[in-house]
């Protein structure tokens, strides 16, 4: 605990430092450090905070998202007065022990994200996006909220007690966590969000923000483990069908944000059946989805956002021909839609065949959809490549990339391709 306070510390004080490369060598060696010190046996409690091997990874995922958000901002004034709190919200809702205390800070969030979406969003419609990210959650919280006061008035019981739940409040519970993922036809609020945040707003929502529905699951199903074999049959087959559904409609999209966005939809879709087989093989698939999806869309963004600045368009249809203008980038492109496909050797893809096998163990119907799924996953990312990349170029010149680009774009790959060689680290649950 003490490493993780010294370490956001360090975060903060990039801020005030000219010399970020460095600085980010010095937090990325500390980050070495915990991964190689830390016993994945072991959980440290005091009466409110605690830290066990999950909540490690997602702390270290925030830490990891801030810095690359640091290194890639061309606004970092502007940026510092909510992303240094939403790192630390994040880090104390990923710590806490005590269940109120999870949901106050689960909630309390939403405040700097709102904040970084109004206040340096470029569009208009950041507003109206704004109040579709506070109200799909509030109004699918609340209920959490109620049943939180009902079965506990006097917050006695720790997020890791046991204790047994009615059909008709674990679905009030999961509701709050489902609409965070999002699960399909709760998804609403991404697509607008990520579109009108700025680049800083949709790392940190894509990386983070969006795991942590998929904690607070996995924190609540020990609580309602006999209630929830009630609702699994329908969340899996909500959530396969909607993968299916979005990746088929990311094909039509035009803008490319929007794009990555539908795809973030599609792959937390795939998160949930893994969760919701309830099998350790699925829990621990959706729990390495969820890093590697943290990692390669933050980097989509990151590269969208670069042709942006340049071209000042994000319409898939007048980018082509970029390997003839921009050869150094296409090679980061290839990178990560091959991340984006689970192509191996890549935790994405040991994360996607863990899921598969866990579902296809779970019920034999669902190779159909997964099949269909995995299909329609492929095409879009392809098609993206294949547009943006090759044909007949439009485009006459084009502005050198900033190498801090480069720097966090090789960061956000690194941790996806080495992490196979510590997998007992991440597959523990």
Known sequence: MKMIMVLSFTIIMMFIKTNLISVSIIIMSIMSLMMLTFNSKSIFMNSLMMMDPLSILMVLLSLISVILIILSSNMLTLITPTIIPIMLILITTFSSKNILMFYIFFELVL??????????????ERLQASIYL????????????????FFNPFNSFP????????????????????????MFLTHLWLPKAHVEAP???????????????????IRFIPLCLNS??????????????????????????KDLKSLIAYSSVAHMGFVLTGLFT?????????????????????ALFLL???????????????FKGLFTVMPNITFWWFMFMALNISAPPTINTFSEIMMMSSLISWNNNTIIMIFMMSIMTASFSLMMFINIIHNKTEL??????????????????????LLITKMEFLINY
Not at 199 to 211: D, F, N, R, T, Y
Not at 278 to 298: C, Q, V
């Open 111 to 124: 405040i700097p994200t709102m904040l970084l979406i109004t206040m340096n969003g470029k569009q208009p």
């Open 134 to 149: 506070i109200m799909y959650t509030i109004v699918a919280s609340l209920p959490l909220l109620m049943m939180i006061i």
């Open 159 to 182: 997020l890791l007690n046991i204790t047994l739940f009615t059909y008709s409040s674990i679905m009030f519970i999961m509701m709050a966590f489902l609409v965070k993922m999002p």
């Open 199 to 217: 680049l800083e707003g949709s790392m940190i929502l894509a990386a983070v923000l969006l795991k942590l529905g998929g904690y607070g699951i």
């Open 228 to 253: 929830i074999n009630s609702i699994n049959m329908w969340v899996v087959s909500i959530s396969l069908m909607g993968a299916t559904m979005t990746s088929m409609n990311c094909i039509r999209q």
């Open 278 to 298: 309830l099998y350790s093989m699925g829990m621990n698939g959706a729990i390495l989805m969820m890093i590697a999806h943290g990692l390669s869309s933050s």
């Open 304 to 318: 969208v956002n670069d042709l942006y600045f340049k071209y000042h368009t994000r319409n898939i249809l007048l």
């Open 396 to 417: 006459m010149y084009s502005n050198s990339t900033q190498q801090k680009i480069f720097l966090s774009l090789f960061i956000h790959m690194i941790p996806s391709i």
